[in-house]
């Protein structure tokens, strides 16, 4: 349990269907991530939120939306995304924006079919 | 460009020491970073360097010499549960985390 909990943990989803990742952080930190895993390629770094404020954009397609209602809760709606996007996607928290120790949610593993 | 290198699999002995190396090269540094991740399971922090030299933290130690860019992280009497992929970043000028691929670690028998 690392304080950071996101669901779903496994989704399937065809190219033309709209879903949402939710991630939530119990740990009273102020930075929230998303991350994309995929299988021996280093973690790319998508969306940097601190303070609720979006600090970081990595050139990531449209498809993918981010949604930071509060400095406890993160989103990333999908939209008409391709197969090549599917890939473990992690949330991850820190107490500062300057990527300290980050704290990771265990991710939800994407198949874009 | 920014760039980690780790070697993507390793095998060790239940029992015996490891040694996972990772050299960097980046715009700036400003810390180091080694992470552990069992299979579906979220990466964990594990140690940072900052500073050249040794930190010790029960089994695991990682070691840092800024000069040559290089870092490893040293796992004695392994056990099973020390299987895990193993993942080095470094913070850069800009305090972005630069990651490398991880190495997988098996432990066998």
């Known amino acids: 349990e690392t304080g950071v909990t996101q669901t779903p943990r496994h989704l399937v989803m065809g190219m033309t269907n709209k879903k949402s990742l939710k991630c939530e952080q119990h740990?009273?930190?102020?930075?929230m991530y998303w991350y994309k895993q995929s299988a021996k390629k280093p973690l790319e770094l998508m969306f940097v939120?601190?303070?609720?404020?979006?600090?970081e954009n990595n050139s990531v397609p449209s498809r993918f939306s981010p949604e930071c209602p509060n400095s406890s809760h993160l989103f990333l709606h999908l939209h008409t995304l391709q197969p090549e996007d599917s890939a473990l996607y992690l949330c991850?928290?820190?107490?500062?924006?300057?990527?300290?120790?980050?704290?990771f949610g265990e991710g939800s593993r994407l198949t874009v079919l | 460009g920014q760039n980690i290198d780790q070697p993507t699999e390793m095998t060790a002995t239940e029992g015996a020491i490891v040694q996972i190396n990772c050299t960097y090269q980046?715009?700036?540094?400003?810390?180091l970073f080694w992470y552990q991740q069992h299979a579906g399971e979220a990466p964990t922090f594990l140690s940072y360097?900052?500073l050249d030299g040794l930190e010790e933290k029960g089994r695991f130690s990682s070691f840092l010499s800024r000069s040559k860019g290089y870092s490893y992280l040293l796992l004695k009497e392994l056990q099973m549960k020390d299987s895990a992929s193993y993942l080095c970043?470094?913070?850069?000028?800009?305090?972005?985390?630069?990651w490398g691929a991880g190495t997988k670690l098996i432990i066998k028998p």
């Open positions: 740990l009273g930190h102020n930075a």
């Open positions: 939120y601190n303070f609720k404020e979006q600090t």
């Open positions: 991850a928290s820190s107490q500062r924006g300057d990527t300290g120790e980050l704290f």
């Open positions: 360097n900052v």
């Open positions: 980046t715009s700036g540094f400003n810390g």
């Open positions: 970043a470094v913070r850069d000028s800009n305090y972005q985390l630069i």
